[in-house]
């Protein structure tokens, strides 16, 4: 009993004592500069500052930043690998139609080409078989006269028949040569005979002994001619004795 009231009355004693010393504190007066300002709380220590959870608050910052989406970045990819895909696939087909309409293209000319060549040389076979009747009809214009009206009946009844097929020729494009009277062209012209003479130029056609015929700038016939030559040089009598004489 006597240490029960001994330990009460020593609590009451530091209970005072600590209520005097607050009340001193207060009663205190205030160093200059603070202005009537309450005073900062010394009491606060190093350990109550480390209480603070920092750990937790870092880790709030970091779950609050967006993570990156990487279903998004693979889906991502993989459209630009199949647009690719498809780009390259379209400029194959591309280029494949391109040399397929450069091909046929150039088959439909060259087609078009060896049809116009065989008709061409259809054409000209069949006139060169025909070259021949003119030729004979011109022979008989230039041979045959007439002397009876009989004569003359029959001689014009031909030469319509031969003014129709030059008709015929002409309208398919034949045309005969002019030689006569040109330079000798061995494109043209078959020279058959030369004969010297001073009053045409050295190569000039002199005559058309056979006509010639050109389908467009196609040859069909040469013409058969006689060439001017140069006139050989004319030996005086004089000039035979001087060359006897030194022989």
Do not use: W
């Not at 300002?37 to 920092?54: F, K, M, Q, R, Y």
């Not at 030729?135 to 041979?143: I, L, Y």
Request: hydrophobic share 30%; with cysteine; aromatic share 4%.
């Amino acid at each position: 009993m006597i240490d029960e009231e001994n330990q009460h009355e020593s609590a009451q004693s530091s209970t005072s004592g600590t209520s005097e010393s607050s009340v001193n504190a207060v009663d205190a007066p205030l160093p200059d500069g603070f202005g009537g300002e309450p005073a900062i709380d010394s009491t606060l220590t190093d350990s109550d500052v480390t209480d603070i959870p920092v750990e937790n608050a870092q880790a709030t910052v970091v779950n609050e930043e967006p993570l990156p989406s990487q279903g998004g970045s693979a889906a991502s990819a993989e459209k630009d690998n199949e647009i690719n895909l498809l780009r390259a696939q379209l400029e194959e087909r591309t280029g494949q139609y391109v040399r397929i309409a450069a091909d046929f293209d150039n088959y439909r000319k060259r087609t078009q080409r060896e049809k116009e060549d065989l008709e061409l040389q259809v054409k000209c076979s069949t006139i060169n078989e025909l070259l021949p009747v003119v030729d004979n009809f011109e022979r008989a214009r230039s041979h045959i006269k007439p002397q009876t009206e009989q004569e003359t009946t029959i001689h014009k009844s031909y030469q319509s028949v031969y003014k129709q097929l030059v008709d015929c020729l002409k309208r398919i494009g034949v045309a005969p040569m002019r030689s006569e009277g040109k330079e000798f062209d061995p494109a043209l012209h078959e020279a058959v005979m030369r004969e010297p003479t001073d009053q045409h130029p050295e190569g000039t056609v002199m005559e058309e002994l056979v006509r010639g015929y050109v389908l467009g700038e196609r040859v069909l016939r040469h013409a058969l001619v006689k060439v001017a030559a140069a006139p050989e040089p004319v030996i005086t009598s004089e000039e035979t004795d001087q060359s006897g004489a030194e022989t």
